[in-house]
């Protein structure tokens, strides 16, 4: 299909983010756009956080469709939000913003947990009987936690340098739930072998915060036979990923997050499951030639 034209009609979707710049969530969506024909352009916006109420009413003023929402304004988000769903209101932070124009309403979804969920499926990860480490407990986090709980997981770690953090996650379920959520004041003499899953939820490794050269968890562990979730796509062969493959754990990498929560986000924009064949593909090849 040819690419049509920008012009007086072409709508707009965005992403907000800081950082955003680095997103390949442009590469996805545009190629979603095309693929369905649909007159429209999706762009990124990075600013400052305090920013973000303001950012927030001009998207809406301006008529754009939606948005994503990334790092580190889930939270923030979810509160700019008229309406949100229940996996929203459950997690408290959303990625996905539906500007509903017929009844002046900004709806806010989460589809990170689709991400989540749709990424696990097909790797032979058994919900009911597995442990699972989260490490971080920020917005994807709080995504991962709710899916695995959907999932009725066996028992949740999770470890984040700020222990309010993460006591806020368990204690925002049931007293039936909150007993599966253990918190961790280190990683110090866990054995990483009783872990069935390790998702690295933390912005350790991602290069464009000056962090590409830090570890996660443990540089010791032995991760053979493990199943590592790592959320960062950028770079996509992080420190956690290249431990991993070395040492024989099998790997999620991080796009196929994106595209899965991408694809759940399209949908509630245009009410179309967008074409998801050859995407993974344009993305390596992106960063292959990125530099």
Known sequence: MQQKLINSRTRLVGLFGNPARHSLSPIIHNAFLKSAGIDAVYLTFEFPGENLDEAFIGAKRLGLIGLNITMPFKENAYKLADTKDARSTAIGSVNTINFNYSTSKSEGFNTDVDGFVRSLEGSGFDWGSSNCLILGAGGSAKSSVFALMEKNI????????????????????????????????????????????????????????????????????????????????????????IKGRNEGARIIDGLDMLINQAASSFKIWFDIDPEKKDIREKLIDYLSNEN
């Open 154 to 241: 066996k028992k949740i770690y999770i470890y984040n340098r700020t222990a309010k953090k993460d006591e806020k996650i368990k204690n925002s379920y049931p007293i039936e739930k909150k007993m599966k959520i253990e918190i961790l004041e280190g990683l110090e003499g866990i054995d990483p072998k009783s872990m069935d899953l390790i998702c690295n939820c933390t912005p350790l490794g991602m290069d464009v915060l000056g962090v590409s050269g830090l570890m996660p968890i443990p540089d010791e562990w032995d991760l053979k036979g493990t199943l590592i979730f790592e959320m960062i796509y950028k770079p996509l062969e992080t420190r956690l990923i």
